[in-house]
């Protein structure tokens, strides 16, 4: 018997043609080469072949089975290779494509001055203490020796809520602090403060940082090198300061504390309008009758207190003219100040 080898070759490359993929090429090979396939079919057809023609037989059911191994061996590495290539095709990345834009924050210059202040006055050994936003009558005046009728109420005209005012000054901390801890004290205290105050270099809400220090023996003296100290740190080694008489309620003597200009260096220029100076805060002994209130005893303590704006020495430190420019959130202004 003379098996139509080409034509059973032929059916199974057309049978192999529809197959899509290599699971599906599989089941065609299987129907030709499996337990149950074509091949295994003629195979057993050996029994019914008369003797004398078994070997012949034999050798081109063999034959055949090679090439059908050799079709589908070739078959599966062509399919694996489409499919290895539809895959590649769908993980594709396009390496020139733009990336994509992941825009770094940055602290804002109000933060970056706080912290700043923060980290000089952390160094002489002062301790943070945060005082509310919303204070009352007693603490943000009364006790800092500004009573209901005091002329000094005038300038921090503010905003009253149920149960108390939007505290005006750092200095209500003071108070805070004083009651609840005795001397030695060293506080710095951070925080908003509301007036009502409105234009190029004052906003109706700005922050402050105050600072306090009440032990024996302190004297105006003390002040002085301290803030000699901390300009050198937070402006240029070459910063001096100058006191000048003021009045505060709360402190006795009370000064204005001038930064010699780090822009002229002193000779006078437009950042401090000729002079070689600028102010840069308020402070002064802490008056007998601050202390008395909290129950200190001002024969036998004495201290001196400073407060300063924080947007002020942000805007001197990096030549900003108008403070509205700290609150109107503009990130073209505000990406500057990345370190
Ligand atoms: N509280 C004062 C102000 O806001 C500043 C100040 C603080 C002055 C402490 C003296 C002592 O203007």
């Given at each position: 018997?003379?098996?139509?080898?080409?034509?059973?070759?032929?059916?199974?490359?057309?049978?192999?043609?529809?197959?899509?993929?290599?699971?599906?090429l599989y089941?065609?090979?299987?129907?030709?080469?499996?337990?149950?396939?074509?091949?295994?079919?003629?195979?057993?057809?050996?029994?019914?072949?008369?003797?004398?023609h078994r070997p012949a037989f034999g050798k081109q059911v063999n034959a055949l089975r090679e090439k059908l191994e050799t079709l589908f061996a070739s078959l599966e590495t062509l399919a694996k290779a489409r499919e290895m290539a539809k895959?590649?095709?769908?993980?594709?990345?396009?390496?020139?494509?733009?990336?994509?834009?992941?825009?770094?924050?940055?602290?804002?210059?109000?933060?970056?001055?706080?912290?700043?202040?923060?980290?000089?006055?952390?160094?002489?050994?002062?301790?943070?203490?945060?005082?509310?936003?919303?204070?009352?009558?007693?603490?943000?005046?009364?006790?800092?020796?500004?009573?209901a009728d005091h002329p000094a109420r005038d300038m921090q005209d503010t905003f009253y809520v149920q149960g108390g005012l939007l505290r005006t000054q750092t200095s209500a901390g003071q108070i805070r602090l004083m009651e609840k801890k005795k001397p030695p004290i060293k506080m710095l205290s951070p925080g908003r403060v509301f007036r009502s105050d409105d234009d190029a270099t004052h906003s109706p809400m700005f922050h402050q940082m105050e600072g306090l220090v009440v032990d024996r023996g302190i004297t105006l003296c003390d002040l002085q090198g301290m803030l000699d100290e901390f300009v050198k740190a937070m402006f240029s080694e070459n910063s001096k300061t100058r006191l000048r008489p003021s009045y505060f309620p709360f402190t006795e003597p009370s000064v204005e504390v001038d930064v010699s200009c780090h822009?002229?260096?002193?000779?006078?220029c437009s950042l401090c309008k000729g002079t070689g100076w600028i102010e840069v805060l308020g402070a002064g002994v802490v008056n007998r009758r601050v202390l008395e209130n909290c129950g200190v005893d001002p024969d036998e303590y004495s201290g001196f207190a400073f407060g300063m704006g924080i947007e002020r020495i942000a805007m001197l430190k990096y030549g900003i003219n108008n403070i509205k420019l700290l609150t109107e959130n503009d990130v073209r202004f505000l990406e500057q100040f990345k370190d």
């Open positions: 018997m003379d098996l139509e080898q080409d034509d059973i070759v032929k059916e199974a490359e057309a049978a192999a043609s529809s197959a899509e993929d290599s699971r599906a089941e065609v090979k299987m129907q030709y080469l499996g337990r149950a396939g074509k091949v295994t079919a003629l195979m057993k057809r050996m029994k019914d072949i008369a003797q004398e895959k590649l095709a769908a993980e594709n990345v396009d390496v020139t494509m733009p990336g994509r834009h992941f825009a770094r924050g940055a602290l804002h210059p109000v933060t970056i001055v706080r912290n700043r202040l923060i980290d000089i006055f952390a160094g002489m050994g002062f301790e943070v203490f945060e005082g509310p936003e919303i204070e009352n009558d007693y603490y943000n005046f009364t006790a800092l020796n500004t009573p822009a002229c260096g002193g000779k006078g």
